[in-house]
């Protein structure tokens, strides 16, 4: 949802531009934060295999769209911007049969299936990273390498804040950022967890750990009974500021999801990347490839990744500098970080 509201933030800091939201109801929470209409829609994604589920998610469909196209008619939108999955669909279809301009957005090297069915009916495509249209080459007639729009900064960029007194680090130690995101990636904690003792000698290093909310308590528990020696370690359930975390990190582990690849390049974060292996159809190994590819990152197998895995590849990373900036200027060389403007700068040129 990030890209999302990232690009409708910054149309209403245009004058005389309105945004709306059309969004899956499960999706909305208290903490949404955006001043403009949002319109729920009840909608599910279809099940990979023969699930009778599947439907009444199909039936759910034309509701959904009728739900869209009715408020679409007034205001009646001058461009309609889809960012792909099932919770697109309802909003770009019912554009279509108004007849409103489509955009659509990949975030992904891959595209998902719902972009893939919208594209031929799009008036221009905007992608994250040019590997997909290597991929898609019959896409190049109507795309834009844009990037992909980066919320965080939005939000956040005006700072001013030190990094290290955010976080209570010490400046000075080299600062490794493991991020699990919300929801936390259980096989990083597994191996974040038996590394702990194995860098208890490091008085030179520092660890801010973002668990994940669901599994944050557990893990606590389980950390405090490790001794860490003279190492720093910051675990939290989750981290909004992640425009701080890439101001202070040396080193970034993470999975590969399209946003966080796109914010470790934007930032010039070196990264030890980590796909998620049940992703559809693999597309976080081949988010993941395109920044190793460029020099910015080393990536390990999820079925790999362990405790000595982990300490090898960060401690091999951390004492070589010189290397360590090679990698910064490769993952910059791959950032967008005016993805959002771009965007928004095609979208305004088609409303026009």
């Excluded at 998902?112 to 249209?133: D, K």
């Excluded at 668990?211 to 893990?219: L, S």
Aim: hydrophobic letters at 45%; a neutral charge; aromatic letters at 6%.
């Amino acid at each position: 949802m990030h890209p999302l509201l990232a690009l409708a933030e910054e149309l209403q800091s245009h004058e005389n531009i309105q945004a709306s939201l059309f969004l899956n109801r499960k999706a909305l929470s208290k903490d949404l934060a955006f001043e403009g209409k949002v319109i729920p829609l009840d909608v599910a994604g279809l099940k990979r295999s023969a699930d009778p589920s599947n439907f009444w998610t199909l039936l759910a469909l034309p509701r959904a769209i009728l739900t869209a196209r009715r408020a679409m008619k007034t205001p009646r939108p001058g461009v309609v911007v889809g960012f792909g999955g099932y919770a697109s669909m309802p909003g770009a279809l019912a554009g279509l049969t108004l007849r409103i301009p489509l955009i659509i957005h990949e975030q992904n090297i891959i595209p998902g299936l719902a972009n893939r069915l919208l594209a031929p009916f799009a008036a221009r495509l905007a992608v994250s990273f040019e590997a997909t249209l290597e991929k898609f080459p019959g896409w190049r007639k109507k795309a834009v390498l844009t990037g992909n729009p980066l919320y965080h900064y939005r939000r956040n960029d005006e700072a001013g804040e030190d990094a290290w007194e955010y976080f209570n680090l010490e400046k000075g130690r080299a600062t490794v950022a493991i991020l699990g995101g919300s929801q936390g990636a259980a096989s990083i904690n597994r191996a974040v967890l038996g590394a702990l003792p194995l860098w208890g000698d490091r008085a030179d290093l520092q660890i801010i750990h973002s668990v994940g909310r669901d599994k944050y308590q557990e893990f606590k528990v389980q950390a405090t009974k490790v001794d860490i020696g003279g190492l720093i370690y910051r675990p939290l359930e989750f981290i909004e500021r992640m425009d701080l975390v890439y101001g202070c990190a040396d080193i970034a582990v993470s999975r590969a999801g399209a946003s966080t690849i796109s914010e470790l390049a934007a930032a010039g974060c070196p990264a030890i990347l980590v796909p998620y292996p049940f992703a559809t159809a693999a597309h976080q190994e081949a988010n993941a490839a395109v920044l190793e590819r460029a020099g910015g990152a080393r990536v390990i197998s999820d079925a790999d990744l362990d405790a000595q895995r982990l300490v090898h590849e960060i401690d091999d990373l951390l004492a070589d500098r010189s290397g360590l900036m090679e990698m910064r200027e490769s993952a910059s060389r791959v950032g967008k970080a005016d993805a959002t403007e771009r965007l928004a700068a095609m979208v305004m040129a088609l409303e026009k």
